[in-house]
């Protein structure tokens, strides 16, 4: 889909590493002019304390052949936000794209533990970084998102909607924040229609992240050797999976046919047939309902 957002401006919101910055890569090899937002720059660092940067993300954009755009931003402030719209609003007018994907609570929740286990400050950090910052970016960029019709928004989560409505995310506050995520996407489909706009929640798979390699021991082109320990990471994707799924909803004429639904990049490469980088389709969450969560041994075959 080389050349197929040409001309095209999107703002990846949370783009410094994972699952944003394998977006806004993709994104700017379909041609897209491309904002790229976080907390990380230079020598300032978030609560990961990590070496990726926002300016390291729009390298990369800029590099696949679009133009990356680094901001530095914090989306649990509203002004700093505002001011974002404002600078895309002056630079070129519209905003055709917004992907909502700011996270930020990995180091926050505690597995398997009840809320009155869980330490609440974090817990209640991790929802305002997980669904407040949605909210505040929603409200402000998408004013300019419907200022011509076809915008999309992209809500970022972790699970669809069926999984998460079934399925129990390791404890109240993770699971609030990412089926509160899917909800927002079908929420804002209900007002963004009658703008022509489309609104759509997307997840990733099992994501190679940065972070999930580093946890692993692993690099990208050393992975499977996590399996050893991680069976089920063989499902695992990379995070330019999903930022190729942005770029087939964002090429499609007729992407207004999803507005509200819940959709995975695995689930998505079965219908528009792009491929993760080595060439295989990893369907995620079918394998977690077929395969994982049923306690079978692991195996890939029919899934990616």
């Known amino acids: 889909m080389a050349g197929s957002l040409a001309g095209r401006v999107a703002l990846v919101a949370g783009a410094t590493r994972g699952a944003g910055r394998g977006i806004a890569v993709e994104l700017g090899a379909a041609g897209a002019t491309v904002y790229v937002t976080g907390r990380t720059t230079g020598s300032q660092r978030s609560e990961y304390d990590r070496p990726e940067t926002i300016e390291e993300t729009a390298e990369l954009v800029t590099g696949a052949g679009g133009e990356g755009i680094a901001i530095q931003v914090d989306h649990l402030v509203p002004e700093a936000v505002a001011a974002l719209v404002d600078r895309i609003r002056s630079d070129h007018g519209r905003l055709e794209m917004l992907v909502n994907d700011v996270w930020g609570g990995e180091k926050l929740f505690e597995w398997n533990k009840p809320v009155w286990e869980h330490n609440l400050e974090n817990g209640l950090r991790l929802l305002d ?3 407040r910052t949605h909210l505040i970016t929603a409200h402000h960029a998408l004013p300019l998102l419907i200022g011509r019709p076809g915008g999309l928004l992209i809500e970022v989560t972790d699970g669809t909607a069926e999984y ?3 399925n ?4 109240p506050f993770y699971d609030l924040a990412k089926t509160a995520v899917n909800r927002l996407a079908w929420a804002h489909a209900k007002d963004l229609e009658q703008h022509g706009a489309t609104s759509i929640s997307l997840t990733p798979g099992w994501l190679r992240s940065e972070m999930m390699l580093d946890a692993f021991g692993v690099t990208e082109s050393n992975w499977r050797d996590a399996t050893a320990n991680v069976p089920h990471f063989a ?3 990379t995070p330019r999976f999903i930022g190729r799924a942005v770029v087939a909803l964002a090429s499609d004429l007729d992407r207004s046919r999803w507005n509200g ?6 689930g998505l490469a079965n219908v528009y ?3 993760d980088l080595d060439g295989s389709q990893p369907d995620a969450w079918r394998y977690l309902v077929e395969v994982q969560d049923l306690g079978k041994p692991a195996d890939t ?3 990616r």
């Open 129 to 131: 970084l997980g669904v």
């Open 164 to 166: 998460n409505a079934a």
């Open 168 to 171: 129990y995310r390791n404890n």
């Open 235 to 237: 499902i695992s994707e």
């Open 261 to 266: 639904h819940s959709l995975s990049s695995g």
């Open 273 to 275: 047939g792009f491929t």
């Open 301 to 303: 075959t029919g899934y």
